[in-house]
């Protein structure tokens, strides 16, 4: 029988050793696939394999990630495989589950690499940084504060909400109801004034720590005052609440500023569910061809 | 398989490598200093690959010389082991056609030791 809560300090102690080792403050959000690859990671590559969640193969220090998952799925499942290369773990695979296995059993290692993912993504401070610093208190967020922070910390909305809840004790189970009951789509919409298929992103000058990442076709929502550049992005529609941008090619040129608060930020931008090497995700690209 | 088969097969690696490493004809001219159309005939098989060429395509695309030459070794122990390790414990979680797909990229990846 594995004491759970030790495990979980475990894991914690870990993921603030990795985040410390690597630099990252406490303050800021991460790159997982710029850390893992600077942390013994040989490589991450994406594939679009349907019943494929993350693999890690260790002789090669190789984590595959599907690249069929929403953004923020892809970066938790990349933190996992991460977590069996630190733990020392063998080659390991998660499949989506499927209906005749039903919820996968219980694993230590995976247990352990779950909350170790969890806490190098999303340690306490962090979030509560987040949400603090936008003027904002975790214990009473709503929706569309929850969706800002999780775009920033590089993680699905409904991971933050049950992290929130399950692990960080920063909401009660009433409030997370709530939050679940509000879909994405939803405040997507709410955001943009329209129904938005693509991935929308709010950028305000608190988001530190790593580059602004969007695919082709995704929008940024940047708040009032600030400016952007580069040939990543376009305008879309200026708004007294703030600026609309697009992603329209490949590239890592995109730049935000703030020349009030002398904030900046970079903008990368990747095909539309990009398959390949990690390494050439935002690589500029000759043939591409604007919708 | 005749000269022309094997060239044949090769451009399709090439072609299927650089797919997987998720980069354009354009950007790999780019990389590799070539003219973009050398890249396009290399690919639809008009055009020798020296192998020299053949090593600096599989550095780019992070796969293994011999895959791209089609030329494979009888001994892909790592490969294989992982192959089996997965196979025997953990089959379950994927669709047996997605598991056979992600063991045939894994068994063009370049290894930890080929890298770089």
């Known amino acids: 029988m594995i004491d759970k809560g030790k495990t979980v300090q475990h894991a914690l102690t870990t993921a603030l050793k990795i985040r410390q080792k690597a630099k990252v403050r406490l303050t800021d959000a991460l790159c997982i696939y710029d850390l893992a690859e600077a942390n013994g990671i040989a490589e991450v590559r994406f594939i679009d394999i349907p019943s494929l969640e993350e693999f890690y193969w260790k002789d090669s220090r190789m984590i595959i990630v599907s690249s069929l998952r929403p953004a923020g799925r892809q970066a938790y499942n990349c933190a996992h495989g991460f977590g069996h290369h630190v733990f020392s773990h063998g080659t390991c695979i998660a499949g989506v589950p499927s209906d005749e296995t039903g919820a996968r059993k219980f694993d230590p290692n995976e247990f352990l690499v779950d909350c170790f993912a969890g806490f190098l993504m999303m340690p306490s401070s962090t979030v509560s940084h987040g949400f603090t610093a936008r003027g904002w208190q975790p214990r009473d967020c709503t929706p569309l504060q929850v969706y800002t922070v999780a775009a920033w910390l590089g993680v699905g909305y409904s991971t933050l909400i049950q992290h929130l809840r399950d692990v960080l004790k920063f909401i009660s189970r009433t409030h997370a109801e709530t939050l679940f009951k509000a879909k994405p789509k939803q405040l997507r919409a709410r955001l943009v004034g329209r129904e938005a298929s693509e991935n929308v992103v709010v950028v305000d000058p608190h988001w530190t720590g790593r580059p602004v990442d969007i695919e082709v076709g995704d929008l940024i929502l940047l708040t009032p005052g600030m400016t952007f550049r580069g040939d990543c992005l376009e305008l879309v529609e200026e708004r007294t609440d703030g600026t609309i941008l697009r992603g329209v090619a490949p590239g890592a040129n995109g730049q935000l500023a703030c020349a009030e608060t002398e904030w900046g930020a970079f903008v990368r931008v990747s095909r539309r569910g990009y398959i390949g090497r990690n390494r050439f995700r935002h690589l500029e690209d000759p043939d591409h061809v604007s919708d | ?116």
């Not at chain 2, 050398?38 to 395509?57: D, K, Q, W, Y």
């Not at chain 2, 063009?108 to 890298?115: A, I």
């Open chain 2, 1 to 116: 398989m005749s000269k022309e088969d094997i060239k044949a097969a090769i451009a399709a690696r090439l072609r299927a490598a650089r797919e997987a490493a998720g980069l354009s004809q354009g950007q790999v001219a780019r990389e590799l200093d070539l003219h973009r159309p050398t890249v396009s005939e290399i690919e639809a098989g008009r055009r020798s690959v020296s192998a020299e060429e053949l090593a600096e395509f599989a550095r780019l695309y992070g796969v293994e010389t011999w895959w791209l030459s089609c030329s494979d070794p009888e001994d892909k122990a790592s490969v294989d082991m992982a192959r089996y390790q997965l196979a025997a414990r953990q089959l379950s979680k994927m669709k047996p056609a997605d598991f056979n797909r992600l063991m045939d990229l894994l068994s063009t990846f370049r290894t930890q030791g080929n890298e770089r």
